[in-house]
């Protein structure tokens, strides 16, 4: 199994919403990865998670929160989002074996719309 | 953080092979390059990646020159479904498995 699966995969939030994103792997990969991506723009790391605790934040906004409640599930929550947070959110997970390059695996993503 | 430079964007004749320059002539010695690719709205995919050696997989080959400051990327008999975007990446070394794209280029195959 290499998947990695989203939930939702549209969702649409008023600004005074609360709301999460939900990412699942079951490869037994230990790092997971949350990234933003505007149209027509590439992919924007947002957060790094390596054996369940959080090792990258890339000066994200405190209104996205995000949390790694086992090796296999990433949830990002989101509080009081802005229009311009709407884009499509990809999780990503990959082995994490020291410095040795592992490829990552990507979901299908979350396209989000916030109204 | 070594750059990748990439042109916006090819075409490619269906069923010919596809080329895929890549840039990045500031790539330090345990850099490994990788090439993903994005059909729209899709997640990105994982195509190959390599460090010195040419390298070559089921959906493509990857050329990377002596002094490792660029690469390329070939599609062998590009088909219809390869259209997307591809983005080729040098990893970060030292702090994790973390990607950063660069803007990649747009490929287009052609009937």
């Known amino acids: 199994d290499t998947e990695v699966t989203q939930t939702p995969k549209h969702l649409v939030m008023g600004m005074t919403n609360k709301k999460s994103l939900k990412c699942e792997q079951h490869m037994g990969h230990r790092a997971m990865y949350w990234y933003k991506q505007k149209a027509k723009k590439p992919p924007e790391l947002m957060f790094v998670?390596?054996?369940?605790?959080?090792?990258i934040n890339e000066s994200v906004p405190s209104r996205f929160s995000p949390e790694c409640p086992n090796s296999s599930l990433l949830n990002l929550h989101l509080h009081a989002l802005q229009p311009e947070d709407s884009a499509l959110y990809l999780c990503?997970?990959?082995?994490?074996?020291?410095?040795?390059?592992?490829?990552?695996?990507f979901g299908p993503g979350t396209r989000l719309t916030v109204t | 953080d070594a750059k990748t430079t990439q042109p916006p964007s090819m075409d490619c004749a269906e069923g010919r092979a596809a080329n895929l320059p890549c840039n990045h002539s500031?790539?330090?010695?345990?850099?490994?390059v990788y090439w993903y690719r994005q059909i729209h709205s899709q997640g990105p995919q994982y195509i190959i990646h390599g460090l010195k050696n040419n390298e070559t997989n089921e959906m493509a080959s990857l050329i990377i020159t002596e002094d490792r400051k660029s690469s390329t990327l070939i599609l062998p008999h590009a088909t219809l479904r390869d259209t997307a975007v591809y983005y080729c990446?040098?990893?970060?070394?030292?702090?994790?498995?973390?990607?950063?794209f660069g803007t990649g280029t747009s490929l287009t195959v052609i009937p």
């Open positions: 990503a997970s990959s082995q994490s074996v020291g410095t040795v390059s592992r490829e990552q695996y």
């Open positions: 990446i040098v990893r970060v070394p030292n702090t994790g498995n973390q990607f950063y």
């Open positions: 500031t790539i330090s010695g345990n850099e490994y």
């Open positions: 998670y390596s054996y369940e605790k959080l090792s």
